[in-house]
Nanobody, 124 residues
Framework: QVQLVESGGGLVQAGGSLRLSCAAS????????MAWFRQAPGTEREFVAA????????YYADSVKGRFTISRDNAKNTVYLQMNSLKPEDTAVYYC?????????????????WGQGTQVTVSS
């Protein structure tokens, strides 16, 4: 069982930056693929970024590539999402997810555990 708690969301102007954190409980954090997804009102949950268990391999959606950076600290049981050059279309609730086995990494149904989400709002 893994419990996830996101933090770091807020209101920021376009072009600004935010850093999201996701703290995980449990002693097996380092065995999970971790990812960030987002969901805007009336839309489906959308893949943003994922990171391998070791933290050496990141994966990004095309829409955030070059602007967002995912990282993890297995000693602290935490995964991060650094978001730079934010755009109004980045506005959504951001969720972190944990998966023991994720073949594609970008499908929400591959992730067994989710946090409660943190709101990110980017004003124009």
């Amino acid at each position: 069982q893994v419990q996830l708690v996101e933090s770091g969301g807020g209101l920021v102007q376009a072009g600004g930056s935010l850093r999201l954190s996701c703290a995980a409980s449990g002693r097996t954090f380092s065995t999970y693929t971790m990812a960030w997804f987002r969901q805007a009102p009336g839309t489906e949950r959308e893949f943003v970024a994922a990171i391998s268990v070791s933290g050496s391999i990141p994966y990004y959606a095309d829409s955030v590539k070059g602007r967002f950076t995912i990282s993890r600290d297995n000693a602290k049981n935490t995964v991060y999402l650094q978001m730079n050059s934010l755009k109004p279309e980045d506005t959504a609730v951001y969720y972190c997810g944990a998966a023991r086995y994720a073949s594609t990494r970008f499908r929400p149904n591959e992730y067994s555990y989710w946090g409660q989400g943190t709101q990110v709002t980017v004003s124009s």
